[in-house]
């Protein structure tokens, strides 16, 4: 998801993966699930199966460790800042974990499409020594959006395939 909040001289640019669940419907389908491999396991070593217990509850907890770290990864963002000296980035997900600065004079985004058609296309902040990508956790359209704020708000953006429109 891409959210643009231009002011004056400044422009906000705040990325997030978009996210069809909060944690508590994560945790609604942990515990669902949790129940119906469990009743059949349950169910299996009232047969005899009694070796499937282990093996469930290994399932189960795999499964709630994955849904949790899922769940973990939507919270993060990246919020750039554009001002007339400088681009500030930052990204984590409750409070800042990582923060890089460029000078915005000689700064260009660079936007890779792939020869292939099925392949994201992949957009980077560059200076002539230091280049940072932002925005891999997005799809086609938010990508696309992202490129077309970052040159409305007045960064020069670079193609690999610029013959094309």
Known sequence: MVVTDSK???TVITLSPN???????TKIVICVMVAVVMIIAIAWSFVG???VLPF???EVGLFALLMYKVSKF???KQVI???????????GRKTVEKRDE???HDLYVYYYEADEGWHLPRISLSQAKHKLEIGNFLNLEDRQQLKADL??????VCRNKWWQS
């Open 49 to 51: 199966a009694w070796v």
């Open 151 to 156: 040159e409305h708000a007045g960064l020069m």
């Open 102 to 104: 460029f000078n915005r």
């Open 74 to 76: 939507t919270h993060s």
């Open 81 to 91: 800042s554009i001002y007339p000296q400088k681009v500030v980035i930052e990204w």
């Open 8 to 10: 004056s001289d400044e």
């Open 56 to 58: 469930a509850g290994l």
């Open 19 to 25: 996210r069809s669940a909060t944690w508590q419907h």
